[in-house]
């Protein structure tokens, strides 16, 4: 394993970003996790716990800022903070599409960009952005959140290769199924039109938006499992995937979206075999 490292997790005041702050703690590593408002993250010498609004690009500069002067460095950037809206588009209000936008998406980028002039200077850096198997393919009435994530995927794969020569790494994590409360308690839901209920029973087995929230997990993977897995590939330089996939049903979902892409590009006669 690579000597110790400094670390700025956002979102990890639960989930998967918690479950990854953790891992680093145990791994050794120092850790800056952002937090909202309230977290359970236990008392650590090299954890320090910083309030921040992803959606404020001032806050971001602020939070790497924090980091550099406490700890001399950053070393791996882990953009998680996120959510889910299930929405229908027709259903989505401008202020959801607006925030959910600015949340999953610009606020990568601010921390993204904050974070860049350091490890240029340092000649060394991994940015984590954590995204989705869902910015492959897509699910009716998840078309926000998609398009969000899709838009953080054009952004570092771009990035990968603009960064390259700094030493800097850029990884997209692609989760499928992850125990955490992303499709509970953590969704959010667009105030639903009666002419997408049909569908909503085809997909959920219900129309009730939103649906019974029980405070449970949606299943799946670990989030400990899926920290560990995105840890090793952090720790191993030789690991030079730009994607990586997480969960035991991730593969399965990307094969059969790219799949369905392809099935379309062939309806072109153009596209060749």
Known sequence: ??????????????????????AALDAGHTVVA???GEHDLPGNERLVIQNLDVRDRAGAFEAVDVTVSRFGRLDVLVNNAGYGLVGA????????????????????????????????????GHIVQISTVGAVGTVPTLGLYNAAKWGLEGFSEALAAEVAGFGIRVTIVEPGGVDTSW?????????????????RTQLFGSA???????GGTGGGTSAGDAAADILAHIDDPADERLRLLVG???????AEALKRRREDYHKDPRFGA
């Open 1 to 22: 394993m690579d000597s110790q490292k400094t670390f700025l997790i956002s979102g990890a005041s639960r989930g998967l970003g918690r479950a990854i702050a953790l």
């Open 34 to 36: 952002t937090v909202r």
């Open 89 to 124: 588009v027709e259903e989505v209000s401008e202020q959801e599409a607006r925030e959910i936008f600015d949340t999953d998406l610009l606020g990568a980028l601010w921390l993204t960009q904050a974070a860049l002039p350091g490890m240029r200077e340092q000649g060394s």
């Open 183 to 199: 499709g509970t308690t953590s969704m959010r839901f667009a105030t639903p039109n009666p002419a997408y209920d049909e569908l």
């Open 208 to 214: 009730e938006i939103p649906w019974p929230n029980d």
């Open 248 to 254: 035991d049903d991730s593969p399965g979902q990307v």
